[in-house]
């Protein structure tokens, strides 16, 4: 199945896809829109345009599992991006995702501007490795 996540942020949101049979998966872009309906827009002709049957969207839980106004966010993004799609949304825990993508590129010696170019699409994949992960240890 061809899954894209989206780590949705204010002001960058990352994309990343995985192949048909989930092994692989791989950045996409970094969308950089602050107005939300336009961002559903964008994603969404993203999701249309690679053939996504199923979109993960990053749900930004406090550390102590409580959920403040990026979660609320989140989940209104992920319904609104179900409605215009028309494809159905998940959601996964993205607790230290950000944190995992920075010491990424810490390993790959990414700085500057190169590295806030590319951090939020490195969080997708984060995202999309631990949804298609989950995914195979619940048996789907």
Do not use: W
Not at 70 to 75: D, E, L, M, P, Q
Not at 129 to 139: D, L
């Amino acid at each position: 199945m061809v899954i894209m996540s989206v780590d949705f942020g204010r002001a960058r949101t990352g994309i990343a896809i995985c192949d048909p049979g989930e092994r692989l998966a791989s950045p996409v872009t970094v969308i950089h829109e602050k107005y939300v309906p336009a961002l559903v827009q964008k994603v969404a002709a993203l999701a249309a345009e690679r053939r996504a049957e199923l979109l993960v969207v990053g749900l930004p839980v406090n550390m102590d599992g409580t959920e403040g106004e990026s979660a609320v966010n989140a989940r209104r993004f992920a319904d609104d991006l179900r409605d215009v799609s028309g494809i159905e949304v998940d959601m996964l825990d993205e607790r230290c995702t950000t944190m995992e993508a920075h010491l990424f590129l810490n390993a790959t010696n990414t700085r500057g501007k190169k590295r806030k170019a590319v951090v939020d699409a490195v969080s997708a994949v984060i995202i999309l490795e631990n949804y298609i992960a989950r995914r195979k240890a619940s048996g789907k």
